[in-house]
């Protein structure tokens, strides 16, 4: 994987409808980016911003990507900082936070989509992490409704059984521990996504020890941003998630006190599915029931584009 700036994609190259390139965040900080435009060339009344979960890169999300640009809907992806195309040189070297990605990086993409699709209202669909990112910077107009896919609180708490036990264990030793003697912390090699920068590592486990899980140093919840985001919120969940049961969806979801907040828990065959878990939901073999039913909540009323 690719983590230095000269090896990006050059924008404008290879495919008019798929531009990938850089964006900058308010600090400077350069972000790799892609931008997906409809086919038909026209200038999209609807677009979305994904933000992706946490060590994830933005390539995971391609096909869903390209799934809403072929329904009319313009799209940028982009990888926060320290990860994927945005992480340049040694993680070690790397000095962001999870706060970071939601105060500094999730709002540069807002701004490249409104720039990309000045006509479009935008919509945000947020997976894990990215759910809650939405509700850190102060709302100011931009975004039109949100949609989260197991985006959870992760205060050890809301789990049960032997995860309870694996929880905590990672909160307050394993993720502090590690993070402290490499430099940061090898989510790679333990088969949990990309390698996370050691602040990004410990504000995490910061949070999961805390019961108000979104917290600053001094552990003041961190909620300015969540009451001022008054927008339709869609959260799906699924039974069959390990790494967000029930109770911790509900509970971050709560903070969004001024949105309108429509839940939907769902075992693998209420959706015609197998299995779901916690990546499933933007596979491709979803296009047609959990996708379409998405496209149908992001399009709403009275927006053009190409239903499902």
């Known amino acids: ?49 994904v933000n992706s979960a946490t060590g994830v890169p933005r390539r995971f999300y391609d096909g869903y990507a ?23 040189g040694s993680v070690r070297a790397c000095d962001a936070t999870m706060e970071d990605w939601g105060r500094l990086d999730y709002p540069a993409a807002l701004a490249a989509a409104t720039a990309a699709f000045p006509k479009a209202r935008c919509s945000v669909v947020g997976h894990s992490a990215g ?3 939405a509700g ?32 905590a264990a990672l909160w307050f030793g394993v993720m502090p521990a590690v993070t402290a003697a490499l430099g940061y912390y090898p989510a790679k090699r333990l088969g949990a996504g990309e390698d996370l920068p050691a602040g990004v590592a410990r504000q ?11 917290v600053d140093e001094r552990g003041t919840p961190m909620r300015d941003g969540f009451s001022s985001l008054a927008v339709p919120v869609r959260s799906y969940s699924f039974t069959d998630d390990r790494y967000a049961p029930r109770a911790a969806v509900d509970d971050i979801h709560a903070l ?8 939907i828990h769902l075992s693998p065959e209420e959706a015609g599915a197998e299995q779901i878990g916690h990546f499933g939901f ?12 998405a496209l149908r909540f992001l399009l709403g009323p009275g927006v053009s584009g190409h239903p499902a």
């Not at 995490?204 to 979104?214: N, Q, T, V």
């Open 1 to 49: 994987m690719s983590a230095h700036p000269d090896r990006l994609p050059l924008a404008g190259t290879a495919n008019p409808t798929r531009c990938d390139t850089t964006i900058a965040a308010a600090d400077g900080r350069s972000l790799g980016a892609s931008i997906f435009r409809p086919r038909d060339g026209a200038d999209p009344e609807q677009a979305v911003v």
């Open 131 to 133: 759910g809650w990112l």
């Open 66 to 88: 390209s799934y809403l640009r072929d329904h009319g809907i313009g799209v940028v992806l982009y990888d926060y900082r320290g990860i994927g195309d945005s992480r340049f």
């Open 204 to 214: 995490w486990a910061y949070w999961g020890r805390h019961a108000d899980y979104l």
């Open 282 to 293: 933007f596979r491709a073999e979803h296009q047609h029931t959990l996708w379409a039913d």
């Open 136 to 167: 850190l910077p102060h709302d100011d107009g931009v975004v039109n409704s949100v949609i989260t896919v197991g985006t959870q609180s992760g205060h050890w708490r809301w789990w049960s059984g032997a995860d309870r036990v694996k929880m």
């Open 256 to 263: 969004f006190v001024q949105a309108d907040v429509e839940r």
